[in-house]
């Protein structure tokens, strides 16, 4: 039997927890505030930055929300970022990827605080993960961690298949798997465009997580016969159905079910756990700012 790892179960255990910090926050006088800036309307960045300032609302956090138009320039958006560096009620906030192309993401980056930096993006806080001192765990990879060791999967000594490099999840996910600490110690091959033999590589893995963007990229003749996978895409296809489209992993869920002994679904697997981990990140950095000890999960 393959076990479906159920992400929203896990996110909401991650949730209850973290609402036991928010009430020691709100003890001592804090609300914890994340702030999202999306430039521009591209509709799925919409979606997400819409669902994280409900899941503020939810959890009883102070949610502000900056939008700007796709033609700002880069100047109104680090006037923005500026604000937001000084607001002291905005303890954490991301601007949401992609940008605009006539916006430089990397010079983005470098302007937010690194304090306030929940994303886990700013150069400085890469270094710190990269040196195995971590300030926050970028969300996914951090919520990827949290699901294989919610489903039993402690990642030592395993071989890990990580499909996709991104700035995102693939690096910074090797980065934390192969940490010498507890939900680390993997041996882990990362794969991308380049990679030649891609199959030989997932068929070889006892994990193999699939964050590369492409719709069912992977399937069941990838994989060796008792794999754990994990699937990060998120992916719009066109479907006859209201909305006109359907969201899929890059794993194609049935015939990869037929080998895992463990799987994500899409939707329902990693997407809410990323959610959670941003929440996570939001009250450490509340914690932090304001000089309130709390128990993170
Ligand atoms: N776009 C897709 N995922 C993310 C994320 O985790 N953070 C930001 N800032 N943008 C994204």
Known sequence: ??????????AADVRTDLAGCIDTLEGAGVTPGLATVLVGDDPAS??????????????GMDGVHVALDADASPQELYEAIEKLNADP???????QDPVPDHIDYRE?????????DVDGFHPANVGRLVAGDPRFKPCTPHGVQ??????????????VAIVGRSRIVGKPLANLLVQKAPGGNA??????????????????????????????????????????????????????NEKGYELVGDVAF??????????????????????????????KAASEQEGVDVELP
């Open 1 to 10: 039997m393959t076990y479906v790892i159920d992400g929203d179960a896990v």
């Open 46 to 59: 919409e979606t997400y930055v819409s669902m994280k300032q409900r899941d503020c609302e939810e959890l």
């Open 89 to 95: 009620d905005v303890h954490g906030y991301l601007v």
């Open 108 to 116: 983005v980056l470098r302007r937010i605080d690194p304090a306030k």
């Open 146 to 159: 949290k699901l294989l060791g919610a489903a039993g999967v402690d990642p030592e000594g395993e071989d």
């Open 187 to 240: 041996t882990v091959t990362v794969c991308h465009s380049r990679t030649t033999d891609l199959a030989a590589k997932t068929r070889a893995a006892d994990v193999v997580v699939a964050a590369v963007g492409v719709p069912e990229m992977i399937d069941g003749s990838m994989l060796a016969e008792g794999v754990v996978v994990i699937d990060v895409g998120v992916n719009r296809v066109d479907a006859a």
């Open 254 to 283: 049935e015939s990869a079910s037929e080998k895992a002994s463990a799987i994500t679904p899409v939707p329902g697997g990693v997407g809410p756990m990323t959610r959670a981990m941003l929440l996570y990140n939001t009250v």
